[in-house]
Every structure is written in structure tokens, then in C-alpha cells.
């Protein structure tokens, strides 16, 4: 089943790092006070972000997907001009 998934993903552009990501998600983790073991949680959303991204999926309801976290990016964001992602689960996505 990986392998059919990576298959299906072979084509997608990888999205490049820099600087203003990497501080961008160092702010949404110190706001949205995720843990250290979960920090990668505030890169996706950081690259989401500043690719101006329409949706983030995840079934993370935890770091990712909540109204509490939407509330403090959209914040964030605002201050700044950034775009803030709909955060979402696939399913409400599909509106399965």
C-alpha cells in the first residue's frame, strides 16, 4: 500500500524551505503551544501558509485540525498579511 501510495505522489513539486517558513513556524509553534515531539506539525502548517495553499488535510485533530488552532493562525496571520490555510479533515473536505 506505500508503494501505491508514493506512486501516486511521484509527480507532485516538492515545495522548497526557507528562511520566513522556518520562522513562521517557529511563531505558530510557540502560539499554538505544540509539543516538541509534534513540532513538525508547525512546519505543514507554515508551508501551507506561505504557498498561499487553499486547504490543509489532516486527521490531526489535536496540532492540525481544531477551531482553537484556526482561531490563533488566522490571528497571527492577520497581523502580518499572511494567508491562513481551512484546516480540515479529509472527510469534511468531501463532505462525506
Not at 511563531?27 to 513538525?40: D, L, R, T
Not at 507554515?46 to 486547504?55: C, E, L, N, P, T
Request: glycine share 4%; charged share 20%; hydrophobic share 50%.
Amino acid at each position: 500500500m506505500a508503494q501505491i501510495r508514493l506512486a501516486a505522489v511521484a509527480d507532485f513539486p516538492v515545495l522548497k524551505l526557507n528562511r520566513e517558513i522556518y520562522q513562521l513556524a517557529q511563531q505558530y509553534f510557540a502560539a499554538v503551544n505544540i509539543p516538541e515531539k509534534s513540532k513538525i506539525d508547525a512546519f505543514h502548517l507554515a508551508v501551507a501558509a506561505w504557498y498561499g495553499m487553499d486547504y490543509v488535510l489532516s486527521w490531526n485533530c489535536k496540532h492540525i485540525v481544531s477551531g482553537r488552532v484556526q482561531k490563533i493562525l488566522q490571528d497571527l496571520n492577520a497581523k502580518t498579511g499572511m494567508h491562513t490555510p481551512i484546516m480540515c479533515t479529509p472527510e469534511e473536505l468531501m463532505e462525506v
